[in-house]
């Protein structure tokens, strides 16, 4: 028998238990529900945590909040003596702190979370548990692939504004692909000249960093795009090269986001099965709704721990729902986490003057912050109003970094 083994015998109860701050507790029970795990999601603190692994056996894996701890080393010491060695202890927290996070993986912590908490990043972390894992792996970025049901749904224009939004947010590099590689439009919407770094990546075949870099664009300090010069006679690719594409940059960025076309091959769909964060966009018709089910069952759901969001986006001016949105969600199975309204002939004319400006039509712009907001692990806000939240600091930015993609352009 195993130590693994051992140690989910000495644990008692199978079920993740977390305690957290009220307001988190929707979320985080929202979580390991998409996961399928079985949990226990409580108000309360460290010593809530204490208390309860006292009363009776400690569960396999404890999540616990240390935002509120005036000295949360001392708590987690009493915390881990109550749970015993066979509960494996998540802390999530507030304090961006390398001292601290080292103290607790000292301490035998799996693993020290920001708050907000993303939901691929709590799903690795939780597998890491299960396996007895150590938190010394091997760095790896994380990967948001956007789709269309249909063509035209407005998913260039979605990836380039989030790509904006993002690098404002993180402060870090960013990759950010073109794989509609017959009709691509993102070297248009960041005001760039044409480019063919995917095509040489694409034809090297290998994953030399030094390489790769080369084909790179720079659209600013944080962007960096991979695309090519449209060729309708592009052939489709084999999986393992659109793959071994992402696993490279998954090595150099923090974050890549690809757009991929409504016309997927087999590269484009292994990409949306592997990737971190999968963004659906659709209209709500009963076309996009039959497309939207295939692809989910192709696709697979959220129990492997990848956050799949469905957006109605309403790319045609004047276009009225010809589905409603509750018989929508139930056809296919999944809710539309986000709705976003017609940016207009607005976002259009912006790019008479430069690269798309999402700041021309403030309503398009505030709800593309609530799809970074769900992005970063927030939920957004009913009008993308809240200044102390990613909503409103973009709205601030927006403009901003638009001005430097022009400079940099």
């Given at each position: 028998m195993s130590e693994t083994d051992i140690q989910s015998d000495l644990a008692g109860d199978p079920r993740v238990t977390v305690f957290v701050a009220p307001a988190d507790v929707p979320q985080l029970t929202d979580y390991l529900d998409r996961l399928g795990r079985p949990r226990v999601v409580t108000a309360g603190g460290v010593a809530d945590a204490a208390a309860y692994c006292r009363q009776q056996a400690a569960p396999a894996i404890l999540v616990v909040d240390i935002s509120h701890e005036a000295h949360p080393l001392p708590a987690l010491g009493e915390l881990l003596q109550a749970a015993g060695p066979a509960c494996r202890l998540v802390v999530l927290g507030e304090r961006n702190d390398v001292n601290l996070y080292r103290s607790l993986l000292g301490e035998g912590v799996v693993d020290y979370l920001l708050k907000p908490v993303a939901f691929d990043q709590l799903a690795q972390v939780l597998q890491r548990a299960d396996d007895d894992q150590p938190v010394q792996v091997p760095a790896s970025g994380r990967t948001i692939a956007l789709t269309g049901a249909s063509g035209g749904a407005g998913t260039s224009t979605v990836a380039a504004g989030l790509a904006l939004a993002l690098a404002r947010i993180g402060h870090?590099?960013?990759?950010?692909?073109?794989f509609d590689r017959r009709n691509g439009d993102l070297p248009l919407l960041l005001g760039t000249g044409p480019t063919d770094g995917l095509r040489a990546a694409l034809d090297a075949g290998d994953s030399d960093p030094r390489l790769l870099l080369r084909t790179l664009s720079?659209?600013?300090?944080?962007?960096?795009?991979?695309?090519?010069?449209?060729?309708?006679?592009?052939?489709?690719?084999?999986?393992?090269?659109?793959?071994?594409?992402?696993?490279?940059?998954?090595?150099?960025?923090?974050?890549?986001?690809?757009?991929?076309?409504?016309?997927?091959?087999?590269?484009?769909?292994?990409?949306?099965?592997?990737?971190?964060?999968?963004?659906?966009?659709?209209?709500?018709?009963?076309?996009?709704?039959?497309?939207?089910l295939r692809l989910l069952r192709e696709i697979g759901d959220e129990s492997a721990g990848q956050r799949l969001l469905l957006v109605a986006n309403a790319s045609r001016q004047g276009a009225q729902p010809a589905v409603p949105r509750a018989q929508f969600e139930e056809f296919v199975g999944h809710k539309i986490d986000l709705l976003l309204p017609w940016g207009g002939s607005a976002l259009a004319g912006s790019l008479l003057k430069g690269p798309l400006d999402p700041d021309a039509a403030p309503a398009f712009r505030d709800a593309l912050a609530g799809l970074a907001d769900l992005l970063s692990g927030r939920q957004p806000t009913v009008a993308a109003r809240n200044q102390g939240g990613v909503a409103g600091r973009l709205r601030s930015l927006f403009s901003r970094d638009a001005t430097a993609v022009r400079r940099a352009a």
């Open positions: 870090a590099p960013q990759a950010l692909v073109d720079r659209i600013s300090d944080r962007i960096y795009l991979l695309a090519q010069q449209p060729d309708i006679e592009a052939v489709s690719l084999d999986e393992g090269q659109a793959l071994q594409l992402g696993a490279a940059l998954c090595r150099l960025f923090g974050l890549s986001i690809w757009d991929l076309p409504a016309q997927r091959d087999n590269a484009c769909l292994e990409v949306l099965r592997h990737a971190e964060v999968r963004v659906v966009l659709t209209d709500l018709t009963v076309q996009d709704a039959r497309k939207v």
